[in-house]
């Protein structure tokens, strides 16, 4: 499962700065998902969709939409 963090900062013009203070997920973590270093819990999925207003399904990339 691959997420789409990055795309979706990038079509927002967003930094990760930005995202951390929408979200109030930390810079760090914010970095880590973006590089694929680590992978979010729903609970954190859930957080950046809603503080992203996109749906959950929006941040990841998966065949079986």
């Given at each position: 499962?691959k997420?789409?963090?990055?795309?979706?900062?990038?079509?927002?013009?967003?930094s990760?700065r930005?995202?951390?203070i929408?979200?109030?997920?930390?810079?760090?973590?914010i970095?880590r998902?973006?590089?694929?270093?680590?992978?979010?819990?729903?609970?954190?999925?859930?957080?950046?969709?809603?503080?992203?207003?996109?749906?959950?399904?929006?941040?990841?990339?998966?065949?079986?939409?």
């Amino acid at each position: 499962m691959k997420v789409l963090l990055d795309k979706i900062m990038y079509n927002k013009n967003l930094s990760v700065r930005q995202v951390s203070i929408l979200t109030g997920i930390s810079k760090s973590s914010i970095s880590r998902i973006m590089n694929g270093e680590v992978s979010p819990s729903a609970d954190t999925l859930e957080k950046l969709a809603k503080g992203l207003k996109v749906h959950i399904s929006d941040l990841i990339e998966s065949d079986y939409k």
